[in-house]
């Protein structure tokens, strides 16, 4: 057992080591860089998509897709205007700072302006590992139920934002909004949240107001 732990210590520090280094490529290019965390179907891509259509035109942006096989999610990318990097993880149920490494080496940093990684959907081992991005975002969603933040604390302990895809299925859906944010008050106080809908667009103009603020506030550094 005690062997155990020490092996997984061994392997977050060899992490942060390399997230450290990818820290230092994405600020010598001025690269302002998002983790974005959800469970599958949350609707990370579909943020994404979203995103690129309010300000693919003021920004360049890249995309970083983790999966564990396919390329769906980069070409949703791709065809929403960014430049799209897929990574397989081949098994790995979270994206590591060694794979954002090599996805990083294979694009033009001094290009972007904004950098979007979206994790393997998983609502427990990505926030144990930093990639070396600026912040990270978690995307909830409505129908994975008001119950997620005491379920999975450590996701939602760590994030900068909280995004709360899919209201619009807010009257079809047993979900206490009031109880959700308790939760996520108790793990993280003051986080900001934007609660939106993918598919009718309410809540993403204060969404992009945020991010631009954060690509902003970050190049002027
Ligand atoms: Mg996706
Ligand atoms: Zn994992």
Known sequence: MTQRVQVIENILSANDQVALENRRLLEAANVYALNFMASPGAGK?????????RISSELHIAVVDGDIATSIDADRAAAAGALAIQI????????DAI??????????LQGIDLLIVENVGNLVCPASFQLGTHQSVLIASI????????KYPGMYRGVDALV???????????FDMD??????????????TFPISCKTGE???????WLRIQVSSHSIK
């Open 203 to 209: 809540g993403l103009d204060s969404w992009i107001a």
């Open 45 to 53: 891509t579909s943020l994404i998509e979203q995103t690129l259509k």
């Open 88 to 95: 397989n993880t081949g098994g790995e149920c979270h994206l």
């Open 143 to 150: 129908p994975e139920g008001d119950d997620k933040p005491y």
């Open 179 to 192: 109880y959700f944010r308790r939760g996520v008050e108790m793990l993280n106080p003051g986080l900001v």
């Open 99 to 108: 794979m954002l490494k090599s996805a990083l080496s294979e694009l033009d």
């Open 164 to 174: 709360i895809n899919k209201t619009d299925l807010l009257p079809y859906i047993t």
